[in-house]
């Protein structure tokens, strides 16, 4: 919820693009759309393939309407749910089972193995947790046409399709949660394709399925927001705002910090 919440937040502080025109008939939106995505290089297969039959997905916009509000936990009391011993426990182990990669990206990007791991485990629990169970496609169709954010989720949408144009997923495996997320770490399309590395050398970017790629694409947008490798990670530090391009809010920027430092026993 938390996450949702925050991805939002972050949504509207970022630069509309120029948008197809939104409300209205959905299904002239979503040529509109669609004449946009063949401008922009996208397929007639792809396009045909992803939002050929779409349709709105009204428990999405309701849920939208229930996360506006400003979150008010505390970091003692969102912590507390957040990170607990058996979570702990499972870091541990990826950080073993994973040391070798965890030391490489490390070495090549500058961020710490317990902080990549904690992002990890709390986005989906390593990958083994809920990592949505939405069809991409319709989220971002539905939240494109809805008229209070249309330029920013058309942006996603194009994203998303670049996705699949890319050959990095297939369209089978565009799901996410509400909105529009992908992967075990959570990405935005935009980010995807912004931040996403090829770091098991396949020729693909999946976020979904390659934990190599996983680890690597947090570790590069981390350190293409101004990470500093070696340095302080806790509030005040320039690491600690570096976090920000991840997730805006300070609790849970705390709690990556909190959960880091629980995995090395501090």
Not at 172 to 201: H, N
Request: net charge positive.
């Amino acid at each position: 919820m938390l996450r949702f919440s925050l991805i939002l937040s972050f949504l509207l502080l970022l630069t509309p693009a120029s948008a197809a025109p939104c409300g209205g008939d959905f299904n002239t939106f979503i040529a509109a759309i669609s004449r946009e995505a063949a401008a922009k290089g996208i397929s007639q297969s792809v396009i045909s393939q992803a939002l050929g039959g779409v349709t709105q997905d009204p428990a999405v916009l309701a849920f939208d309407r229930r996360q506006r509000g400003t979150f008010h936990k505390t970091f003692e009391q969102y912590a507390a749910t957040r990170v607990g011993a058996g979570r702990i426990s499972g870091g541990r182990a990826m950080m073993q089972r994973h040391a070798a990669l965890l030391s490489r990206i490390e070495r090549e990007f500058g961020v710490p193995p317990q902080i990549l791991v904690a992002i990890w485990g709390l986005e989906t629990d390593f990958g083994k947790g809920d990592m949505g169970k939405l069809q991409v496609f319709r989220v971002l169709a539905t939240m494109a046409h809805d008229c209070r954010r249309t330029e920013l989720f058309q942006r996603e949408l194009l994203a998303a399709l670049q996705i699949v144009q890319r050959g990095d997923l297939r369209l089978s495996d565009m799901i996410g949660a509400y909105a529009g997320e992908i992967g075990q770490t959570q990405f935005l399309p935009s980010s995807y394709i912004k931040y996403g590395v090829d770091y098991d050398g396949n020729g693909h970017v999946d976020l979904r399925h390659s934990v190599p790629d996983v680890l690597a694409s947090t570790a590069n947008l981390l350190k293409t927001s101004g990470w500093q490798a070696g340095a302080p990670y806790g509030p005040g530090s320039a690491n600690f705002e570096a976090m920000r391009e991840w997730n805006r809010a300070e609790v849970y920027r705390k709690t990556i910090g909190y959960f880091a430092d629980r995995l090395l026993g501090r």
